[in-house]
């Protein structure tokens, strides 16, 4: 069965700092993973998603994230910290294909930056 | 402009009265799905919809119905509404992108149940 992890369920960074967010995943098939963002009284918003092309893949807002399979991993970065990127964040995945329907979250990280 | 529109934003209710949240999108999507978000739980699936009149269950959906008779909409409806139904609820609607659905949320509607 798959699911994902969320390491951290607050995290706090100073205004410029680097900001990583750790999610790892169990999936039985290579699994199609994204990160999804809430801003305060909003829904979500898709910040970027891994579909098994290339590795490293860029979003919205200068956050990046690396899928590494031995790790099983799929954590979110960005090099310096704005205040408006306080939120919080949820990584996802979906096996895909015969499961295209579904989509499993993980439990967030709520993002705060410190001025 | 694309978007998934959720009525109402914020309801509060008593135990046991029938209540219906609305969702609608306007980007001709086949697929839509409703989840509930509560405090370290993330997001969790109640029922999606494949197409018109193609319904099926999530990881929970005790306690909740659905509809779709129209593509652009999809209802969620609590029959008999109890405490543990109180909750933020997100309606989204999805675009087959490769071997998956690319997911469009609409902003939340908040539920209390007394």
């Known amino acids: 069965a798959q699911s994902v992890t969320q390491l951290g369920s607050h995290v706090s960074v100073s205004e410029g700092a680097l900001v990583l967010l750790r999610c790892n995943y169990s999936s039985s098939v290579p699994p199609y993973l994204f990160w999804y963002v809430q801003y305060p009284n909003q829904g979500l918003q898709l910040l970027l998603k891994?579909?098994?092309?290339?590795?490293l893949v860029k979003g919205i807002n200068g956050f990046e994230a690396e899928f590494k399979k031995s790790e099983t991993s799929f954590h979110l970065t960005k090099p310096s910290a704005h205040m408006s990127d306080a939120a919080e964040y949820f990584c996802a995945v979906n096996p895909g294909y015969s499961s295209a329907s579904k989509i499993i979250f993980g439990s967030g990280t709520r993002l705060s930056i410190r001025p | 402009e694309a978007q998934v529109t959720q009525n109402p934003r914020y309801l509060i209710t008593v135990t046991g009265k029938k209540l219906t949240v609305t969702c609608s999108q306007n980007m001709n999507h086949e697929y839509m799905s409703w989840y509930r978000q509560d405090p370290g739980l993330g997001l969790r699936q109640i029922y999606y919809?494949?197409?018109?009149?193609?319904?099926d269950k999530g990881d929970v959906p005790e306690g909740y119905k659905v509809s779709r008779k129209e593509k652009r909409n999809f209802p969620l409806i609590l029959e008999s509404p109890s405490p543990n139904q109180t909750s933020l609820y997100f309606c989204?609607?999805?675009?087959?992108?490769?071997?998956?659905?690319?997911?469009?949320f609409g902003p939340g509607t908040r539920l209390t149940v007394t």
């Open positions: 989204a609607s999805g675009l087959l992108s490769g071997g998956f659905y690319e997911q469009y």
């Open positions: 891994y579909t098994s092309a290339a590795t």
């Open positions: 919809s494949m197409n018109v009149e193609v319904t």
